[in-house]
């Protein structure tokens, strides 16, 4: 593949996924044939962009099975980025941030955990439950992104102060997902 066709297709990609996360993150269907034809397309131009995902088992239930897709997906995105950010080569790419090539299911599963159980309380009002669904969103986001720890701590500085303001269960569950920065 030249060069030029590699930059487009990988760039192409980067947005044709975020798109779809966007747009249908839900659609258990059509994130999994995104899943498969990302793994197909990349496993082996880019050097480990296999390593570590989730096994999708015909024996999951959709909703599970969405979640997983969801979870490999986001890895995906932030691989195709740093493959480009590292100029489409593999040679580097794990040494400046290997990481992103070895996020765990516990990294992503612990953000769903604590979402699920603010899901399930009862003693939350509606408005409390979307307010801490989108803090979570942004919180993941920033402790998943490329930045340095040191870039991230002072990007979560703000959700510190937010959750000093919430209740103890609150803090208790959300706190050690900020300390999750690598």
Not at 4 to 13: G, H, S
Not at 40 to 58: A, E, P, Q
Not at 127 to 133: F, L, P
Request: net charge negative; aromatic share 12%; glycine share 4%.
């Amino acid at each position: 593949m030249l060069e030029y066709e590699l930059k487009r297709m990988v760039n192409n990609d980067i947005e044709y996924c975020k798109t779809e996360w966007e747009n249908y993150s839900f659609d258990y269907e059509r994130m999994g044939k995104l899943f498969e034809k990302m793994m197909v397309r990349y496993t082996d131009i880019i050097d480990g962009f296999d390593r570590g995902l989730n096994v999708i088992s015909g024996y999951e239930k959709k909703n599970m099975s969405g979640d997983t897709y969801r979870d490999n997906l986001k890895i995906i995105i932030k691989r195709l980025e740093a493959f480009r950010d590292n100029g489409y080569q593999n040679e580097g790419l794990h040494e400046e941030d290997d990481s992103i090539f070895n996020i765990t299911r516990y990294d992503i599963e612990q953000f769903n955990e604590v979402r699920m159980l603010f899901d399930h309380l009862e003693d939350l009002n509606n408005k409390d439950k979307a307010e801490i669904s989108e803090k979570l969103d942004e919180i993941e986001t920033i402790c998943g992104s490329l930045a340095s720890p040191s870039e991230k701590w002072n990007q979560l500085r703000p959700y510190v102060i937010w959750l000093s303001g919430k209740s103890l269960l609150t803090a208790s569950q959300i706190w050690p997902l900020l300390m999750s920065i690598k």
